[in-house]
């Protein structure tokens, strides 16, 4: 009788979440196709289709204020697909990775994402940013972009807006940097080995960091995805950071009484991240399964930042969008000015 009760409640929620779910999925599907046009017409996607996903959703909710018979699966599209897909992240991370690497490339990789974290925060809210905006920015140009800002977002209980400006403001102008950071080989004299040190520490996604390289030589797009891949492998630690900065404040930011749970002290996710990427690490997740786990991570991701635009109203961002925008570009230049010194003083390549 229970399971048959279970079942009924199962079905119940399913119908409740399937139409939102369903359009944020169509939403995703017109993201790919895009994407797949720009990569036709272009050779790379200028824009990612979870972006173009975010962009599209925003543009609808702009147009079109979806009925209450969307807004269930609207949430759990924005909320609990985005958690999932951060958990299969993990299974694409292999943390031996961070060995190979050697000290000196992970002492850049420390040194660059540490800096950058305090003074995007630091930036972000002498601009006027809220505590968690600026975060957000902040870690999504330290680290990997959107995966980043996903990934912090719940832990400090980030609001919609604050996620959706972060996202789109930190893409659009990623692509900027992207055809732009070429020009960086002929000004600075910098071989094939530096500058995919100094693309690999400075592009926020992956990529872009590929569309950035690969034109100088296969080399340089080698050697960026090694430094890109150990910025990612921080993830972790750096969302488990923010788990426990958070864990005792509510929604506005003020401390509560303290809470013992670890699912409190670590969101289920992020602990699903840990120890997929540890399965990864000690070879029981095949590749095959690894590549599978990646793309369902990118799919998920792309519904869930479509699902994330249907429920923004664009106005929401408007205040914080040139704010944002200046954070970001003062965040790059300092990015590009710290791996110049970085491939420099330490003498890499």
Known sequence: MRSRIDMYTAMERTRLWAPGVALATLITLVALALGRIQELLFDFAALEPLVLALLIGLAVRAAWTPRAVFLPGIGISAKQLLEFAIVLLGASLNLAAI????????????????????????????AGLGPRLAILV??????????????????IRARKQEVASAIALT????????????????????????????????????PQVLAATIPVSAEAGQIASLVKLTRV??????????????RNRDEDGASSASRRSLGTFLPWFVIGFAAMSLLRTASLLPDQVAEMAREASKLLTSVAMAGLGLSVDLRSIRASGMRVGLVVIALTILLVAMALTIVTTM???
């Not at 060995?99 to 040194?111: E, N």
């Not at 902040?138 to 977002?153: D, M, P, Q, R, T």
């Not at 492998?233 to 923010?242: D, E, H, M, N, R």
């Open 171 to 206: 893409a659009v102008l990623g692509v900027g940097v992207v055809l732009a950071l070429p020009l960086l080989v002929g000004v600075f004299d910098l071989t094939d080995e530096r500058y995919g040190v100094v693309a690999g520490l400075t592009v926020y996604a992956v």
């Open 99 to 126: 060995v190979d690497a050697g000290m000196q490339l992970l002492a850049a990789v420390l040194i660059s994402v540490s800096v950058t974290l305090v003074a995007g925060i630091v930036l972000g809210r002498a």
């Open 347 to 349: 003498g890499i390549g």
């Open 138 to 155: 902040a870690v999504g140009n330290a680290i990997c972009g959107n995966s980043a800002i996903a990934a912090v977002a719940p832990v």
């Open 233 to 246: 492998l921080l993830l972790g630690p750096v969302v488990a950071l923010f788990a426990m900065l958070y």
